[in-house]
Structures are given as C-alpha cells and as structure tokens.
C-alpha cells in the first residue's frame, strides 16, 4: 500500500506560479510512475502529467505543455508540478497518483491516488 500526501495548492491569480507536491509513503516509491491529474467541478478526472521512475520520460496533456514541468526526487519520495502561466481553465482539485503503466503516451490504469489539494486561478 502507497499512501500519497498532496500539497501546495491554493488561490492565485491568472499569470501566476503554483508548486505542487506529492510526498509518497513506502519504499518502492523510486520504481513507479507517478502522475497528475485534475478534476474541475461538474468535469471528468483528467491526465495533466506524468513521469518515469527515472525521470527520464515525461508526458503532458496538451493544454498544460509549456506551461508546467513534472519532476521528481526520489531521494524524499517526492513529485512535483510546476504551474506557470496559470489560466482560470486550470482551476481543479489536482490529485497525484501511481500510474499502473504509459502505453503510447496514454495511461493504462491508476494504482493509488491522493486525496486532492484545490487550485483556484481568479481571472
């Protein structure tokens, strides 16, 4: 079991910066994929980004490319999302999850997730 601990959320404005984080419990936590996703109210769950266990790999949807960056440092068993160029389409609850498997650039399948942080962009 992976519990995952999002934080970093909140209320900007639009044009600002946000950092998510993702703390990871267990020691597996450098062997898995590891993704964001959103949820706007009344919208479907949706893929905003993820990256391999390496760090080698990373996918973006395309509304998010060239705006944020995923890392991860699996020295503290943590991931990250960089938001820049916020807009107030990006307003959600963003979960981190563990992605089962990247086929073609798409999931296939989600382990875990996070219990959510909100991030409210204002225009």
């Known amino acids: 079991q992976v519990q995952l601990v999002e934080s970093g959320g909140g209320l900007v404005q639009a044009g600002g910066s946000l950092r998510l984080s993702c703390a990871a419990s267990?020691?597996?936590?450098?062997?898995?994929?590891m993704g964001w996703f959103r949820q706007a109210r009344g919208k479907e769950r949706e893929f905003v980004a993820a990256i391999t266990w390496s760090g080698r790999s990373t996918y973006y949807a395309d509304s998010v490319k060239g705006r944020f960056t995923i890392s991860r440092d699996n020295a503290k068993n943590t991931v990250y999302l960089q938001m820049n160029s916020l807009k107030p389409e990006d307003t959600a609850v963003y979960y981190c999850a563990v992605i089962e498997l990247i086929l073609n650039g798409t999931v296939r399948g989600v382990r875990y997730w996070g219990q959510g942080t909100q991030v409210t962009v204002s225009s």
């Open positions: 267990g020691r597996t936590f450098s062997s898995y994929t």
